[in-house]
């Protein structure tokens, strides 16, 4: 309330507030000014983990706990503004699993869309709906709601990613359901890469043809790191970068050309040796990790140096500046995509 009332009308207010708070009644007008905000007030704070650091404590629970016992092995990176929501901004999750030699993470399915973008190892496996993806550093592989996936690792070193959820979405919209197969693993249904050579060439099988057998609107789950890092390396060739971006590309749903999931954006980016990025801010917080080289992330004027493999999360409408030290490859996911099927993004570019 802005206008300054008399004592006895203060008086009388406070006294209607406490008559009204039994029936769950409220007045908006002592809290509009915290319910509708002139710019977005994240409570989510900037912030970076060390992968070294991660990979020691991940590696100390694996001796402590199976695969098979946790489920899912896995350390939530919990935004430090956000305490006792396992959230990494306030729309996604994020957290490191692990897969050690042997084990295998038991098939489940659920509503939330899951991506695994490998930090570690080689060999292991993600199966979706019986069909594997033989997991290799910097892959990006997706497992969309509510489709059976399971993870093994049938090689002789420990396998690390990093797994991304939309976990606080389907909270909020209270739609989560999930189920676990009685199997440890959902039974081969296909040889491993016969999805890619159905639906990865800018071609797919004939609707409604015995051979469509992947949902139609998510038919690609995995995206091999050397592919996308020869597109990438192809784009630099082609022009100068974007002064906000640097070269960028983004991973799309060959079935729409849209976001790899309907509630997750991703994308990777480029940034030549020196380049510095010109200020950019967006409502869509973004969880990166550093693919390779060197640089710093400047947010709201602070700096926050960047090596290899480390996770940074900047919440929304926080002021990002980039500057690669050497060449800079970044990867990133956001809930853009929901902001925009909503109407609710925004970016700003200085």
Known sequence: MSAVLSNDATTQLKALYAEMQPRSLYPLWEVL??????????PAQVHRWRYAEARDYLLRAGDLISAAQAERRVLIMENPGLPGSSCATSSLYAGLQLILPGEIAPCHRHAQC???????????????????????????????????????????????????????????????????????????????????????????????TATDRRPHSQPLF??????????????????????????????????????????????????????????????????????????????????IALEAKDTLVVPSWRTLVLEAESDLVLFGYSDRTAQEKLGLFREHRG
Request: overall charge negative; aromatic content about 10%; glycine content about 10%.
């Open 33 to 42: 000014g915290a319910l509708v905000t002139p710019q977005p007030r994240s």
């Open 114 to 208: 899951a991506l695994r973008f490998v930090m570690e190892g080689e060999g292991a496996f993600t199966a979706v709906d019986g069909e594997k993806a033989i997991m290799r550093p910097f892959d990006l592989v997706l497992t969309p709601g509510w489709q059976w996936h399971d993870h093994g690792n049938t090689s002789t070193q420990p396998m690390i990613w990093l797994d991304g959820l939309d976990i606080p979405t389907v909270l909020h919209f209270d739609a989560s359901f999930a189920e676990h197969l009685p199997e440890s693993a959902h039974p081969e249904t296909v040889p491993f890469g016969d999805t890619s050579a159905r639906y990865g060439r800018n071609m797919r099988p004939m609707r409604g």
């Open 222 to 303: 995995h995206y091999p790191y050397p592919e996308w890092r020869d597109s990438l390396a192809a784009l630099t060739r082609s022009g100068d970068p974007d002064p906000h971006f640097g070269h960028a590309l983004e991973f799309t749903n060959p079935a729409d050309g849209g976001a790899v999931m309907p509630t997750i954006s991703a994308h990777v980016r480029l940034l030549p040796s020196g380049f510095v990025s010109r200020p950019r801010a967006s409502t869509d917080g973004t969880v990166f990790v550093v693919v390779e080289g060197r640089g710093v992330a400047r947010v709201d004027g602070k700096d």
